[in-house]
């Protein structure tokens, strides 16, 4: 199960590559060639075996002949007796025996985690308290709430995301919730910059964020130039407006004058992004942000309306589409890992998968990384104003002194 993929891959099925031959030198045609039996007890989502399982799940569905996938729990060899009861029960008793190795070894259920994870599954299940994701803006009236929408560029083989993050500004810390992930650009049709500005002009429409953070290194500089140009809208038959960079010198001397300056640029740095994932973890491991509920769970209390029951699979899908993105986003950041070379002050991740990308991930910690520094600008107005508890606190106690 923790195999290397590339030592699989490059040392081992390489000596498969000769079929077997008859004592003529030839092959037999009808005969099996090359035949592999994978065998695994359940463990990490983020692990090679875990991949080779989908894999050969998929294979199984198109071509049956060929391909199966078997998996069992410790219900089949308890019923053939091969099994002992009061064994299992002791296991299930014992208090050194964890839940997640349980669940593994004797139910065959994958987890969301490996021990090298740098969050651990649990810290973010508990946290999966959203039930309906949000297609536009939804603030109450009466509250500070805002968006920030984060965006990380992608051109070709990844993505380009969009992590709309709902802000709730509050005076003991800022919380926050992402109630959706929008890609933009899906298809290589859609790729272009051009497109991807368009969809995300629209997003803007529908949620009015307070501030959209683009990460501006590399390619992330032909979305901000399509940024603060205006652009058309063939849905609506109009012109979506140009928007301005608030902390860009370059771009304010060529964007349009009376452009809304909502675009902050993010160029990010081996310190900023140690910085920028150290502010997610805290925010992660404090409870402070919120996350959709699994795609499971949402398709069981779909299912339970009417409204759910009526819907035809296209629409179910696309509603279910949030939840399976916050799942995906979830496992990326679950296949972190520090470097061995990190210390407290410079925290330096690593992929423990590397064929899987982390384009939800960075526009997640860029988004986080931003409110942080607008709940740190917040903090400090209030302390200017005399308004934070500690300052009360001191005047209290200076007041007594003074008596």
């Known amino acids: 199960m923790d195999h290397d993929a590339d030592s699989i891959?490059?040392?081992?099925?390489?000596?498969?590559?000769?079929?077997?031959?008859?004592?003529?030198?030839?092959?037999?045609?009808?005969?099996?060639?090359?035949?592999?039996?994978?065998?695994?007890?359940?463990?990490?989502?983020?692990?090679?075996?875990?991949?080779?399982?989908?894999?050969?799940?998929?294979?199984?569905?198109?071509?049956?002949r060929r391909y199966s996938v078997m998996g069992c729990s410790y219900k089949v060899p308890l019923i053939a007796g091969v099994l002992s009861r009061d064994y299992l029960n002791e296991i299930k008793a014992s208090k050194t025996f964890s839940e997640a190795s349980f669940a593994s070894e004797y139910l065959?259920?994958?987890?969301?985690t490996t021990k090298d994870s740098w969050v651990k599954f649990e810290k973010i299940e508990r946290h999966r308290t959203l039930c309906n994701p949000e297609l536009k803006e939804k603030i109450i009236n009466d509250s500070k709430g805002y968006y920030i929408f984060s965006v990380d560029v992608a051109r070709i083989g990844c993505q380009t995301v969009c992590a709309p993050i709902k802000v709730n500004p509050r005076d003991d810390g800022f919380k926050a919730a992402l109630p959706n992930i929008?890609?933009?650009?899906?298809?290589?049709?859609?790729?272009?910059?051009?497109?991807?500005?368009?969809?995300?002009?629209?997003?803007?429409?529908?949620?009015?964020?307070?501030?959209?953070?683009?990460?501006?290194?590399?390619?992330?500089?032909?979305?901000?130039?399509e940024m603060i140009k205006p652009t058309f809208d063939p849905n609506t038959n109009t012109w979506l407006p140009a928007y301005g960079f608030k902390n860009d010198d370059k771009y304010?001397?060529?964007?349009?004058?009376?452009?809304?300056?909502?675009?902050?640029?993010?160029?990010?740095?081996?310190?900023?992004?140690?910085?920028?994932?150290?502010?997610?973890?805290?925010?992660?491991?404090?409870g402070k942000l919120k996350f959709?509920?699994?795609?499971?769970?949402?398709?069981?209390?779909?299912?339970?309306?009417?409204?759910?029951?009526?819907?035809?699979?296209?629409?179910?899908?696309?509603?279910?589409?949030?939840?399976?993105?916050?799942?995906?986003?979830?496992?990326?950041?679950?296949?972190?890992?520090?470097?061995?070379?990190?210390?407290?002050?410079?925290?330096?991740?690593?992929?423990?998968?590397?064929?899987?990308?982390?384009?939800k991930l960075s526009a997640l910690a860029m988004g986080i990384f931003r409110m942080t520094e607008l709940e740190e600008e917040h903090i400090k107005r209030r302390r200017n104003r005399g308004l934070c508890k500690e300052n009360f606190f001191m005047f209290s106690s200076s007041k007594k002194k003074r008596r």
């Open 292 to 359: 959709l509920i699994s795609e499971l769970d949402a398709k069981t209390k779909l299912l339970a309306t009417k409204v759910g029951q009526k819907m035809s699979p296209q629409d179910r899908i696309k509603r279910l589409m949030p939840h399976e993105m916050t799942s995906q986003l979830i496992n990326e950041i679950l296949n972190m890992k520090l470097k061995p070379t990190s210390t407290l002050d410079k925290m330096e991740l690593e992929q423990i998968n590397k064929r899987k990308t982390k384009d």
């Open 9 to 64: 891959n490059n040392i081992v099925l390489p000596l498969m590559n000769v079929p077997r031959q008859m004592k003529n030198g030839t092959i037999n045609p009808y005969e099996p060639q090359q035949c592999q039996f994978w065998m695994t007890s359940a463990g990490a989502r983020n692990s090679f075996a875990y991949d080779k399982l989908i894999e050969l799940l998929g294979f199984a569905i198109l071509n049956p």
């Open 182 to 225: 929008f890609v933009l650009g899906k298809t290589e049709e859609t790729k272009q910059f051009s497109v991807q500005a368009l969809h995300l002009k629209q997003l803007i429409r529908d949620f009015n964020p307070f501030e959209v953070v683009i990460d501006t290194n590399g390619l992330g500089v032909g979305l901000a130039d």
């Open 108 to 112: 065959s259920l994958w987890q969301g």
């Open 252 to 286: 304010k001397r060529i964007q349009p004058k009376d452009a809304p300056q909502i675009l902050v640029s993010f160029k990010a740095t081996k310190d900023l992004n140690s910085k920028m994932y150290a502010k997610l973890y805290i925010t992660i491991d404090s």
